[in-house]
């Protein structure tokens, strides 16, 4: 039995050839194709990651903050021309944001045109803080309530001027400082009419128990007969107590404003 065998010529040898070249690539594609995915999600070491987005926290001009002002002081009358002798003074002004935590810088700031001294506590909290309020002639009172506050500003304060209604030395026209008066007579008490929205108390204190004046409107106090026979007879004082308070009020653009302001004025009588 004669076994017959194929020999293969070069034709044949260049199709074999050809055919093992093309599966070849094929298998390249495929396993370029399948890493593909790996390359995207994975980039090479060392390659910086794409920027985070831009913060959507509102800067220092649309940031709420409130301004919060206190005011104590307290004076007495030395003279019927008006002249005060202050005895004591400290307005206070603080930035907060929000209305809560610690006063922020706010740059300068000044009160009608007078600088406050810039305080910084052990936390960073940030005070601004007047002393006494000198006007020319020596006499502090009058009827406008209003004054100015304003800040040149700073990074988490925008610049603004705000108005505030701070509690007046009101303008006493009777009685007289030093001014006899008998316990058992009426004492009226007269000064120019009351500012609008300001709580007024008037009361005089001595030996004894305080006795309230009764408001009879338009800056008119009084004393009634024998109300004064309550105190014993000698140096007395009259006071005249004056508040104002606002715990939310307009400011300037995103700031609001909170005070709470209170001023005495009292004034040497004697007591027969």
């Known amino acids: 039995m004669h076994t017959r065998s194929h020999a293969i010529g070069p034709r044949g040898a260049r199709f074999a050839a050809s055919a093992i070249a093309r599966a070849a690539i094929a298998c390249l594609l495929l396993v370029a194709g399948c890493a593909a995915p790996r390359a995207v999600a ?3 070491a060392g ?3 794409d920027p985070a987005p831009a913060s959507s926290s509102p800067g220092p001009a649309a940031r709420v903050v409130v301004l919060e002002l206190r005011l104590r002081r307290a004076a007495e009358l030395v003279d019927d021309r008006g002249a005060l ?4 003074q400290d307005l206070t002004v603080e930035y907060r944001p929000g209305g809560k935590g610690a006063g922020l810088d706010a740059g300068e700031v000044t009160f009608d045109g007078r600088p406050f001294q810039r305080i910084v506590g052990g936390k960073g909290g940030v005070t601004y803080r007047l002393g006494r309020i000198e006007e020319s002639g020596g006499t502090e009172m009058g009827t406008d309530p209003w004054g100015t506050i304003a800040n040149t500003g700073a990074p988490d304060v925008a610049a603004a001027a705000v108005r505030a209604k701070l509690a007046p030395y009101p303008v006493v026209t009777r009685p ?3 001014q006899a008066v008998l316990r058992s007579e009426e004492l009226p008490v007269v000064m120019l009419p009351p500012v609008p929205d300001v709580w007024y108390r008037v009361s005089i204190t001595g030996a004894g128990d305080p006795v309230n004046a009764i408001d009879l409107g338009e800056g008119r106090w009084l004393f009634t007969r024998g109300s004064l026979e309550k ?3 000698g140096r007395a004082r009259l006071l005249i107590e004056v508040e104002t308070t606002c715990g939310d009020c307009p400011g300037s653009g995103p700031m609001r404003a909170r005070w709470s302001t209170r001023t ?3 004034l040497a009588i004697t007591l027969l």
């Open 47 to 49: 390659a910086r990651p």
């Open 42 to 44: 994975e980039p090479p």
């Open 231 to 233: 105190l014993t007879t």
């Open 264 to 266: 005495e004025l009292e």
């Open 85 to 88: 002798r202050v005895f004591d």
């Open 176 to 178: 007289a400082p030093g």
